[in-house]
Protein backbone atom coordinates (compact mmCIF):
# COMPACT_ATOMS: atom_id res chain seq x y z
CA UNK A 1 0.00 0.00 0.00
CA UNK A 2 1.70 3.29 -1.25
CA UNK A 3 2.33 6.50 1.01
CA UNK A 4 0.11 9.55 0.33
CA UNK A 5 1.76 12.35 -0.13
CA UNK A 6 1.46 13.95 3.58
CA UNK A 7 2.69 10.65 4.79
CA UNK A 8 5.86 11.16 2.45
CA UNK A 9 6.63 14.48 3.90
CA UNK A 10 5.98 13.25 7.16
CA UNK A 11 8.32 10.17 7.05
CA UNK A 12 10.81 12.50 5.29
CA UNK A 13 10.30 14.97 8.06
CA UNK A 14 10.85 12.38 10.85
CA UNK A 15 14.36 11.03 8.87
CA UNK A 16 15.67 14.70 8.57
CA UNK A 17 15.33 15.29 12.52
CA UNK A 18 16.27 11.89 13.40
CA UNK A 19 19.06 12.24 11.90
CA UNK A 20 20.05 15.63 13.10
CA UNK A 21 20.13 14.30 17.07
CA UNK A 22 21.92 11.39 15.52
CA UNK A 23 24.28 13.68 15.22
CA UNK A 24 23.91 15.50 18.34
CA UNK A 25 24.32 12.07 20.28
CA UNK A 26 27.60 11.26 18.19
CA UNK A 27 28.55 14.24 19.74
CA UNK A 28 28.04 14.81 23.36
CA UNK A 29 27.92 10.59 23.96
CA UNK A 30 31.35 8.89 25.58
CA UNK A 31 32.78 6.75 23.17
CA UNK A 32 32.10 2.62 24.58
CA UNK A 33 35.57 1.06 24.49
CA UNK A 34 36.10 -2.04 22.26
CA UNK A 35 34.65 -5.31 23.33
CA UNK A 36 36.29 -8.72 22.61
CA UNK A 37 35.30 -10.35 19.30
CA UNK A 38 33.00 -13.12 20.87
CA UNK A 39 32.19 -15.29 23.63
CA UNK A 40 33.65 -18.64 24.19
CA UNK A 41 32.05 -21.54 22.87
CA UNK A 42 29.86 -23.66 25.64
CA UNK A 43 31.43 -26.73 26.84
CA UNK A 44 29.76 -28.31 29.55
CA UNK A 45 27.36 -30.74 27.70
CA UNK A 46 24.62 -29.88 31.13
CA UNK A 47 24.39 -26.09 29.31
CA UNK A 48 22.75 -27.44 26.34
CA UNK A 49 19.97 -29.51 27.72
CA UNK A 50 16.42 -27.92 27.77
CA UNK A 51 15.00 -27.12 31.53
CA UNK A 52 12.23 -30.21 31.39
CA UNK A 53 14.80 -32.59 30.32
CA UNK A 54 17.60 -31.60 33.14
CA UNK A 55 14.86 -31.43 35.77
CA UNK A 56 13.97 -35.05 34.94
CA UNK A 57 17.76 -36.17 35.14
CA UNK A 58 17.86 -34.87 38.41
CA UNK A 59 15.00 -36.49 39.58
CA UNK A 60 16.52 -39.86 37.93
CA UNK A 61 19.66 -39.16 40.50
CA UNK A 62 21.48 -39.16 36.48
CA UNK A 63 23.39 -35.53 37.99
CA UNK A 64 22.72 -33.70 40.74
CA UNK A 65 20.95 -30.41 41.10
CA UNK A 66 24.59 -29.35 42.50
CA UNK A 67 26.36 -29.84 39.57
CA UNK A 68 23.88 -28.56 37.33
CA UNK A 69 23.49 -25.61 38.82
CA UNK A 70 27.59 -24.89 39.07
CA UNK A 71 27.34 -25.31 35.66
CA UNK A 72 25.45 -22.69 35.57
CA UNK A 73 27.48 -20.40 37.63
CA UNK A 74 30.61 -21.57 35.91
CA UNK A 75 29.06 -20.43 32.78
CA UNK A 76 27.32 -17.13 33.90
CA UNK A 77 31.47 -16.31 35.81
CA UNK A 78 32.46 -16.82 32.01
CA UNK A 79 30.58 -14.58 30.15
CA UNK A 80 28.89 -11.93 32.23
CA UNK A 81 32.22 -9.79 32.86
CA UNK A 82 31.93 -9.86 28.66
CA UNK A 83 27.76 -9.05 28.80
CA UNK A 84 27.16 -7.43 31.95
CA UNK A 85 23.61 -9.18 31.64
CA UNK A 86 23.37 -10.65 35.59
CA UNK A 87 23.69 -8.02 37.35
CA UNK A 88 23.19 -9.23 40.46
CA UNK A 89 23.60 -13.01 41.82
CA UNK A 90 22.76 -15.11 44.46
CA UNK A 91 24.86 -18.25 43.77
CA UNK A 92 25.48 -19.65 47.44
CA UNK A 93 21.86 -19.20 48.52
CA UNK A 94 21.58 -21.30 45.00
CA UNK A 95 24.00 -23.91 45.54
CA UNK A 96 22.84 -24.34 49.03
CA UNK A 97 19.01 -24.75 47.72
CA UNK A 98 20.64 -27.61 45.33
CA UNK A 99 21.72 -29.33 47.95
CA UNK A 100 18.75 -29.51 50.13
CA UNK A 101 17.08 -30.47 46.31
CA UNK A 102 19.46 -33.24 46.20
CA UNK A 103 18.67 -34.49 49.86
CA UNK A 104 14.83 -34.46 48.90
CA UNK A 105 15.32 -36.44 46.27
CA UNK A 106 17.14 -38.95 48.57
CA UNK A 107 14.59 -39.05 51.38
CA UNK A 108 11.98 -39.29 48.45
CA UNK A 109 13.41 -42.88 47.03
CA UNK A 110 12.47 -44.22 44.09
CA UNK A 111 8.75 -41.74 43.69
CA UNK A 112 9.76 -39.99 40.38
CA UNK A 113 6.28 -39.52 38.79
CA UNK A 114 5.43 -38.03 42.60
CA UNK A 115 8.04 -35.34 42.01
CA UNK A 116 7.54 -34.57 38.25
CA UNK A 117 4.32 -33.96 39.41
CA UNK A 118 4.63 -32.00 42.18
CA UNK A 119 8.22 -30.47 41.38
CA UNK A 120 8.41 -30.69 38.05
CA UNK A 121 11.60 -27.88 37.66
CA UNK A 122 13.15 -29.55 40.74
CA UNK A 123 16.72 -28.41 40.97
CA UNK A 124 16.96 -26.47 37.36
CA UNK A 125 18.63 -23.09 37.77
CA UNK A 126 16.76 -19.95 35.88
CA UNK A 127 17.33 -16.15 35.50
CA UNK A 128 15.27 -13.68 36.80
CA UNK A 129 14.15 -10.14 35.20
CA UNK A 130 15.62 -7.33 37.85
CA UNK A 131 11.62 -5.74 37.61
CA UNK A 132 10.28 -8.88 39.94
CA UNK A 133 10.07 -8.94 43.24
CA UNK A 134 12.67 -11.70 44.34
CA UNK A 135 13.09 -12.12 47.81
CA UNK A 136 16.32 -9.93 49.13
CA UNK A 137 17.22 -9.39 45.78
CA UNK A 138 17.09 -5.71 44.55
CA UNK A 139 14.32 -4.22 42.43
CA UNK A 140 15.71 -0.83 40.97
CA UNK A 141 14.71 -1.47 37.06
CA UNK A 142 18.00 0.61 36.78
CA UNK A 143 16.54 3.79 39.05
CA UNK A 144 19.11 5.32 41.25
CA UNK A 145 17.17 6.63 43.50
CA UNK A 146 16.27 2.73 43.90
CA UNK A 147 19.25 1.35 44.05
CA UNK A 148 19.04 -0.34 47.63
CA UNK A 149 16.02 -1.20 47.16
CA UNK A 150 15.70 -4.95 48.38
CA UNK A 151 12.41 -6.90 47.63
CA UNK A 152 11.02 -8.38 50.82
CA UNK A 153 8.82 -11.22 48.92
CA UNK A 154 8.47 -12.94 45.32
CA UNK A 155 6.06 -12.12 42.41
CA UNK A 156 3.45 -14.31 42.61
CA UNK A 157 4.31 -15.90 38.81
CA UNK A 158 8.24 -16.23 40.27
CA UNK A 159 6.97 -17.65 43.52
CA UNK A 160 4.95 -20.48 41.23
CA UNK A 161 8.31 -21.38 39.52
CA UNK A 162 10.14 -21.19 43.07
CA UNK A 163 7.27 -23.43 44.48
CA UNK A 164 7.70 -25.59 40.85
CA UNK A 165 11.28 -26.46 42.23
CA UNK A 166 13.39 -23.95 39.95
CA UNK A 167 16.22 -22.08 41.78
CA UNK A 168 16.96 -18.38 40.37
CA UNK A 169 20.52 -17.58 40.20
CA UNK A 170 20.11 -13.56 40.22
CA UNK A 171 18.54 -10.89 38.71
CA UNK A 172 19.51 -9.31 35.13
CA UNK A 173 19.72 -5.94 33.33
CA UNK A 174 16.31 -3.96 32.29
CA UNK A 175 16.17 0.06 31.07
CA UNK A 176 15.86 2.42 33.32
CA UNK A 177 11.77 2.33 34.54
CA UNK A 178 11.56 -1.10 31.85
CA UNK A 179 10.17 1.30 29.08
CA UNK A 180 12.89 1.32 26.26
CA UNK A 181 14.22 -1.45 23.61
CA UNK A 182 17.82 -1.16 24.91
CA UNK A 183 19.11 -2.38 28.85
CA UNK A 184 20.89 0.39 29.71
CA UNK A 185 20.66 2.20 32.88
CA UNK A 186 22.91 4.80 35.24
CA UNK A 187 22.50 2.03 38.15
CA UNK A 188 24.07 -1.40 36.30
CA UNK A 189 25.39 0.50 32.91
CA UNK A 190 24.86 -1.15 29.33
CA UNK A 191 24.04 -4.66 28.65
CA UNK A 192 25.22 -6.86 25.24
CA UNK A 193 24.51 -9.10 22.53
CA UNK A 194 26.09 -12.69 22.90
CA UNK A 195 26.30 -12.48 19.18
CA UNK A 196 28.14 -9.41 18.35
CA UNK A 197 29.20 -7.65 21.85
CA UNK A 198 28.70 -3.89 19.85
CA UNK A 199 25.01 -4.68 19.44
CA UNK A 200 22.16 -4.40 22.30
CA UNK A 201 20.77 -7.17 23.66
CA UNK A 202 17.24 -5.23 23.72
CA UNK A 203 14.47 -4.40 26.25
CA UNK A 204 12.93 -4.64 28.74
CA UNK A 205 13.96 -7.51 29.48
CA UNK A 206 17.34 -7.45 27.84
CA UNK A 207 19.50 -9.18 30.80
CA UNK A 208 17.29 -12.11 30.42
CA UNK A 209 17.66 -12.15 26.77
CA UNK A 210 21.37 -12.02 26.76
CA UNK A 211 22.26 -14.83 29.52
CA UNK A 212 20.11 -17.03 27.56
CA UNK A 213 21.49 -16.49 24.56
CA UNK A 214 25.08 -16.39 25.82
CA UNK A 215 24.08 -20.38 27.71
CA UNK A 216 24.28 -18.78 31.23
CA UNK A 217 20.36 -20.14 31.72
CA UNK A 218 17.85 -22.16 30.62
CA UNK A 219 14.66 -20.32 31.51
CA UNK A 220 13.82 -17.23 32.61
CA UNK A 221 11.45 -14.92 33.62
CA UNK A 222 10.65 -11.76 31.38
CA UNK A 223 7.35 -9.34 31.32
CA UNK A 224 6.08 -7.35 28.08
CA UNK A 225 4.27 -4.04 27.13
CA UNK A 226 5.56 -3.48 24.05
CA UNK A 227 7.72 -6.46 22.95
CA UNK A 228 9.79 -6.85 26.29
CA UNK A 229 9.80 -10.53 26.37
CA UNK A 230 9.76 -11.19 22.09
CA UNK A 231 12.07 -8.22 21.26
CA UNK A 232 15.44 -9.79 23.63
CA UNK A 233 14.25 -13.36 22.52
CA UNK A 234 14.55 -12.18 19.11
CA UNK A 235 17.69 -10.26 19.21
CA UNK A 236 19.30 -12.85 21.59
CA UNK A 237 18.24 -16.34 19.24
CA UNK A 238 15.73 -17.50 21.92
CA UNK A 239 11.75 -18.43 22.35
CA UNK A 240 9.82 -16.23 24.25
CA UNK A 241 6.26 -15.89 24.85
CA UNK A 242 3.91 -12.97 25.04
CA UNK A 243 0.63 -14.98 26.24
CA UNK A 244 -3.03 -13.98 26.15
CA UNK A 245 -3.70 -10.83 28.56
CA UNK A 246 -4.65 -11.72 31.98
CA UNK A 247 -3.84 -15.38 32.39
CA UNK A 248 -0.47 -14.93 34.33
CA UNK A 249 -0.13 -12.37 37.26
CA UNK A 250 1.65 -9.35 36.75
CA UNK A 251 1.62 -8.41 40.06
CA UNK A 252 5.30 -8.49 41.96
CA UNK A 253 6.79 -6.04 39.61
CA UNK A 254 8.27 -2.42 39.00
CA UNK A 255 6.94 -0.18 37.57
CA UNK A 256 3.63 -1.21 38.87
CA UNK A 257 0.19 -1.41 37.03
CA UNK A 258 -2.04 1.79 36.59
CA UNK A 259 -4.32 2.92 33.94
CA UNK A 260 -5.43 0.04 31.96
CA UNK A 261 -1.80 -1.61 31.93
CA UNK A 262 -2.79 -4.54 32.97
CA UNK A 263 -4.72 -5.15 29.87
CA UNK A 264 -1.67 -5.01 27.79
CA UNK A 265 1.56 -6.55 30.39
CA UNK A 266 2.16 -9.93 29.69
CA UNK A 267 4.23 -12.05 32.31
CA UNK A 268 5.96 -15.13 30.48
CA UNK A 269 8.59 -17.41 29.81
CA UNK A 270 11.75 -16.75 27.73
CA UNK A 271 13.88 -20.50 27.15
CA UNK A 272 16.60 -21.46 25.04
CA UNK A 273 14.83 -24.90 23.86
CA UNK A 274 10.60 -24.44 22.67
CA UNK A 275 9.68 -27.56 24.80
CA UNK A 276 10.60 -25.39 27.82
CA UNK A 277 7.74 -23.15 26.93
CA UNK A 278 4.57 -25.02 27.81
CA UNK A 279 5.41 -26.28 31.22
CA UNK A 280 6.65 -22.68 32.28
CA UNK A 281 3.80 -21.27 31.18
CA UNK A 282 1.26 -23.73 33.04
CA UNK A 283 3.21 -23.39 36.48
CA UNK A 284 2.79 -19.69 35.90
CA UNK A 285 -0.48 -19.47 34.93
CA UNK A 286 -1.70 -21.51 37.98
CA UNK A 287 -5.28 -22.13 38.57
CA UNK A 288 -6.14 -20.27 35.01
CA UNK A 289 -3.98 -22.04 32.81
CA UNK A 290 -7.36 -24.72 32.38
CA UNK A 291 -8.29 -21.85 30.10
CA UNK A 292 -5.54 -22.11 27.38
CA UNK A 293 -6.09 -26.15 27.06
CA UNK A 294 -2.72 -26.58 27.20
CA UNK A 295 -2.82 -30.67 26.92
CA UNK A 296 -4.95 -30.65 24.03
CA UNK A 297 -3.12 -32.11 21.55
CA UNK A 298 -2.13 -29.63 18.15
CA UNK A 299 -2.33 -30.96 14.78
CA UNK A 300 -0.14 -28.44 12.39
CA UNK A 301 -1.81 -30.20 9.10
CA UNK A 302 -4.80 -28.58 10.04
CA UNK A 303 -4.39 -25.24 11.54
CA UNK A 304 -4.54 -22.39 8.98
CA UNK A 305 -1.98 -20.37 8.38
CA UNK A 306 -1.38 -16.81 7.27
CA UNK A 307 1.85 -14.44 6.58
CA UNK A 308 1.82 -10.70 7.02
CA UNK A 309 4.96 -8.97 5.36
CA UNK A 310 4.87 -5.81 6.86
CA UNK A 311 2.97 -3.04 8.78
CA UNK A 312 1.19 -1.80 5.45
CA UNK A 313 3.67 0.93 4.92
CA UNK A 314 3.75 3.24 7.83
CA UNK A 315 5.52 6.17 7.44
CA UNK A 316 6.82 6.27 11.16
CA UNK A 317 9.09 2.86 10.90
CA UNK A 318 11.76 1.58 9.03
CA UNK A 319 11.45 -0.88 6.11
CA UNK A 320 11.76 -4.75 7.37
CA UNK A 321 15.35 -5.86 6.77
CA UNK A 322 15.52 -8.41 3.52
CA UNK A 323 16.96 -11.42 5.41
CA UNK A 324 14.23 -10.93 7.64
CA UNK A 325 11.48 -11.27 4.32
CA UNK A 326 13.42 -13.78 3.24
CA UNK A 327 13.33 -16.15 6.43
CA UNK A 328 10.02 -15.53 7.32
CA UNK A 329 9.31 -16.20 3.13
CA UNK A 330 11.48 -19.98 4.58
CA UNK A 331 8.99 -20.31 6.89
CA UNK A 332 5.92 -20.41 4.76
CA UNK A 333 7.59 -22.83 2.06
CA UNK A 334 8.38 -25.30 4.85
CA UNK A 335 5.02 -25.46 6.15
CA UNK A 336 3.54 -25.94 2.48
CA UNK A 337 6.13 -28.55 2.53
CA UNK A 338 6.06 -30.54 5.07
CA UNK A 339 2.12 -30.23 5.74
CA UNK A 340 0.39 -29.91 2.05
CA UNK A 341 -1.36 -26.32 3.23
CA UNK A 342 -1.41 -22.72 1.52
CA UNK A 343 -0.04 -19.98 3.74
CA UNK A 344 -1.83 -16.93 2.41
CA UNK A 345 -0.31 -13.90 2.38
CA UNK A 346 -2.83 -10.86 3.71
CA UNK A 347 -2.81 -7.89 5.28
CA UNK A 348 -4.79 -5.09 7.52
CA UNK A 349 -4.18 -1.70 6.61
CA UNK A 350 -4.85 -1.06 9.97
CA UNK A 351 -1.37 -1.66 11.00
CA UNK A 352 -0.04 1.60 9.84
CA UNK A 353 -0.98 3.29 12.40
CA UNK A 354 0.34 0.64 15.10
CA UNK A 355 2.62 2.57 16.82
CA UNK A 356 -0.05 5.44 17.33
CA UNK A 357 -2.55 3.04 18.45
CA UNK A 358 -0.44 1.21 20.77
CA UNK A 359 0.34 5.13 22.06
CA UNK A 360 -2.88 6.13 22.42
CA UNK A 361 -4.44 2.60 24.51
CA UNK A 362 -1.32 3.00 26.98
CA UNK A 363 -2.45 6.29 27.79
CA UNK A 364 -6.05 5.26 28.54
CA UNK A 365 -7.38 5.62 32.32
CA UNK A 366 -8.46 2.78 33.85
CA UNK A 367 -12.96 1.83 34.76
CA UNK A 368 -12.53 4.60 37.15
CA UNK A 369 -11.32 7.03 35.11
CA UNK A 370 -7.68 7.37 36.56
CA UNK A 371 -5.05 7.69 33.84
CA UNK A 372 -1.66 5.80 34.01
CA UNK A 373 1.05 6.68 36.37
CA UNK A 374 3.46 9.19 34.83
CA UNK A 375 6.34 8.76 33.62
CA UNK A 376 8.13 11.68 35.45
CA UNK A 377 6.28 10.65 38.54
CA UNK A 378 8.14 7.27 38.10
CA UNK A 379 11.51 8.93 37.56
CA UNK A 380 11.21 10.89 40.50
CA UNK A 381 10.34 7.64 42.83
CA UNK A 382 8.32 10.27 45.22
CA UNK A 383 11.31 12.45 45.57
CA UNK A 384 11.58 15.93 43.82
CA UNK A 385 9.46 16.76 40.76
CA UNK A 386 11.36 15.78 37.29
CA UNK A 387 11.75 18.34 34.91
CA UNK A 388 12.78 16.97 31.68
CA UNK A 389 14.23 19.51 29.66
CA UNK A 390 15.94 20.17 32.68
CA UNK A 391 17.06 16.53 32.43
CA UNK A 392 18.37 17.07 29.30
CA UNK A 393 20.31 19.59 29.16
CA UNK A 394 21.64 18.09 32.83
CA UNK A 395 22.08 14.92 30.68
CA UNK A 396 24.06 17.01 28.24
CA UNK A 397 26.75 17.64 30.55
CA UNK A 398 27.17 14.64 32.31
CA UNK A 399 25.25 15.22 35.38
CA UNK A 400 21.36 13.50 34.74
CA UNK A 401 21.32 10.82 36.77
CA UNK A 402 18.64 9.73 34.27
CA UNK A 403 19.10 8.03 30.71
CA UNK A 404 18.66 9.92 27.46
CA UNK A 405 16.34 7.21 26.61
CA UNK A 406 14.09 7.87 29.71
CA UNK A 407 14.45 11.48 29.04
CA UNK A 408 13.20 11.06 25.63
CA UNK A 409 10.08 9.24 26.88
CA UNK A 410 9.50 11.90 29.42
CA UNK A 411 9.60 14.92 26.89
CA UNK A 412 7.32 13.05 24.56
CA UNK A 413 4.83 12.31 27.20
CA UNK A 414 4.27 16.03 28.21
CA UNK A 415 3.49 16.80 24.80
CA UNK A 416 0.88 14.42 24.36
CA UNK A 417 -2.86 15.15 23.70
CA UNK A 418 -4.55 14.10 27.34
CA UNK A 419 -7.84 13.40 24.70
CA UNK A 420 -7.25 10.17 22.64
CA UNK A 421 -7.73 9.95 19.15
CA UNK A 422 -11.37 8.73 18.41
CA UNK A 423 -10.06 7.96 14.52
CA UNK A 424 -7.37 6.02 16.33
CA UNK A 425 -9.63 4.02 18.60
CA UNK A 426 -11.50 3.16 15.39
CA UNK A 427 -9.33 1.90 13.69
CA UNK A 428 -7.33 -0.62 16.60
CA UNK A 429 -11.22 -1.66 17.30
CA UNK A 430 -11.58 -2.32 13.78
CA UNK A 431 -8.10 -4.27 13.65
CA UNK A 432 -9.25 -6.22 16.71
CA UNK A 433 -12.20 -7.32 14.22
CA UNK A 434 -10.29 -8.60 10.97
CA UNK A 435 -7.26 -10.49 12.73
CA UNK A 436 -9.62 -12.13 15.69
CA UNK A 437 -11.76 -13.14 12.52
CA UNK A 438 -9.12 -14.28 10.48
CA UNK A 439 -7.75 -16.16 13.27
CA UNK A 440 -10.31 -17.86 15.01
CA UNK A 441 -9.36 -20.79 16.97
CA UNK A 442 -7.21 -22.16 14.33
CA UNK A 443 -5.53 -19.87 12.51
CA UNK A 444 -1.81 -18.72 12.86
CA UNK A 445 -0.12 -15.70 11.45
CA UNK A 446 3.82 -15.13 11.02
CA UNK A 447 4.67 -11.02 11.43
CA UNK A 448 8.11 -9.81 11.20
CA UNK A 449 9.60 -9.68 14.71
CA UNK A 450 11.12 -6.19 14.33
CA UNK A 451 12.47 -4.02 11.12
CA UNK A 452 16.03 -4.65 12.05
CA UNK A 453 18.33 -7.40 13.27
CA UNK A 454 19.79 -6.53 16.26
CA UNK A 455 21.32 -2.98 16.12
CA UNK A 456 24.47 -1.29 17.48
CA UNK A 457 24.22 0.44 20.83
CA UNK A 458 21.87 3.72 21.10
CA UNK A 459 21.02 3.21 17.32
CA UNK A 460 17.23 2.43 18.17
CA UNK A 461 16.93 6.17 19.93
CA UNK A 462 16.78 6.97 16.17
CA UNK A 463 14.47 4.38 15.40
CA UNK A 464 11.68 4.65 18.26
CA UNK A 465 8.64 3.89 16.43
CA UNK A 466 9.58 0.11 15.53
CA UNK A 467 8.34 -1.34 18.49
CA UNK A 468 5.05 -0.55 16.81
CA UNK A 469 5.81 -4.37 14.97
CA UNK A 470 5.45 -5.84 18.67
CA UNK A 471 3.59 -3.41 20.73
CA UNK A 472 0.15 -3.40 18.53
CA UNK A 473 -0.34 -7.33 20.03
CA UNK A 474 -0.23 -6.32 23.77
CA UNK A 475 -3.33 -3.95 23.05
CA UNK A 476 -5.28 -6.38 20.66
CA UNK A 477 -4.43 -8.96 24.10
CA UNK A 478 -3.18 -11.91 21.75
CA UNK A 479 -0.83 -14.32 22.42
CA UNK A 480 2.39 -14.30 20.34
CA UNK A 481 5.56 -16.67 20.44
CA UNK A 482 8.74 -15.37 19.66
CA UNK A 483 10.73 -18.01 17.66
CA UNK A 484 14.75 -18.06 16.53
CA UNK A 485 14.98 -19.05 12.99
CA UNK A 486 19.01 -19.45 12.51
CA UNK A 487 21.97 -16.49 12.18
CA UNK A 488 22.08 -13.83 9.77
CA UNK A 489 24.97 -13.57 7.14
CA UNK A 490 26.53 -11.31 10.34
CA UNK A 491 25.70 -13.91 12.48
CA UNK A 492 23.38 -11.95 14.12
CA UNK A 493 19.43 -13.74 14.76
CA UNK A 494 17.15 -14.33 12.67
CA UNK A 495 13.22 -14.59 14.09
CA UNK A 496 9.73 -14.41 13.28
CA UNK A 497 6.73 -14.05 15.47
CA UNK A 498 3.48 -16.36 15.62
CA UNK A 499 0.36 -15.09 16.10
CA UNK A 500 -2.77 -17.01 17.12
CA UNK A 501 -6.49 -16.16 18.80
CA UNK A 502 -7.03 -15.08 22.57
CA UNK A 503 -6.55 -18.26 24.73
CA UNK A 504 -4.82 -20.32 21.74
CA UNK A 505 -1.51 -19.98 23.05
CA UNK A 506 -1.20 -24.07 22.66
CA UNK A 507 -0.89 -23.10 18.51
CA UNK A 508 1.76 -20.90 18.98
CA UNK A 509 3.59 -22.78 21.40
CA UNK A 510 3.11 -25.95 19.01
CA UNK A 511 4.50 -24.07 16.33
CA UNK A 512 7.55 -22.82 18.52
CA UNK A 513 8.22 -26.92 18.72
CA UNK A 514 7.81 -27.04 14.67
CA UNK A 515 9.98 -24.50 13.83
CA UNK A 516 12.68 -25.09 16.30
CA UNK A 517 12.75 -28.97 14.68
CA UNK A 518 12.77 -27.23 10.85
CA UNK A 519 15.31 -24.24 11.21
CA UNK A 520 17.45 -25.75 14.75
CA UNK A 521 16.19 -23.31 17.63
CA UNK A 522 19.11 -21.44 19.57
CA UNK A 523 23.24 -21.40 18.16
CA UNK A 524 25.70 -21.12 20.80
CA UNK A 525 27.24 -17.56 19.62
CA UNK A 526 30.56 -18.90 21.01
CA UNK A 527 30.50 -21.61 18.30
CA UNK A 528 29.65 -19.25 15.04
Known sequence: MGLTVGEMLQKGLFRAVSGFFFLLFRLFSRPVPPKAAKLPPVKNPLLTVPAVRLAEKIRRREVTSVDVVQAFIDRIQEVNPLLNAMVKDRFSAALSEAAHVDRLIEEEGRCEEALADRLPLLGVPMSVKESFFLQGMPCSTGLISRARFLASGDAPSLALLKRAGA?????????????????????????????????????SSGGEGSILGSGGAVIGIGSDIGGS???????NGVFGHKGTTGIVSNHGQHPAISGRHDEYVST???????????????????????????STEVDLKKLRFFTVVDDSGSPLTSPVDKQLVEAQRKVAQQLEADFGVKVKEISFPQLKYAFQIWDTYL????????????FTDMMAEGGPAVWPVWELI????????????????????????????????????????????????????LYPSHPFLAQKHHHPLFTPYNIAYTGIFNVLGLPVTQCPLGLS???????????????QDRLTLAMALYLQKAFGGWRDPGAT
Open 268 to 294: GPMCRYAEDLLPMLRIMAGADADKLCL
Open 394 to 445: KWLFGKSEHTIAAIGLAIVECTKSATPSQFLIQQKEELQRNIEEVLGSDGVL
Open 167 to 203: IPLGVTNTPELCMWMESSNNVYGITNNPYDLQRMCGG
Open 229 to 235: IRMPSFF
Open 363 to 374: GLPDDEGKPPQP
Open 489 to 503: KEGLPLGVQVVAGKL
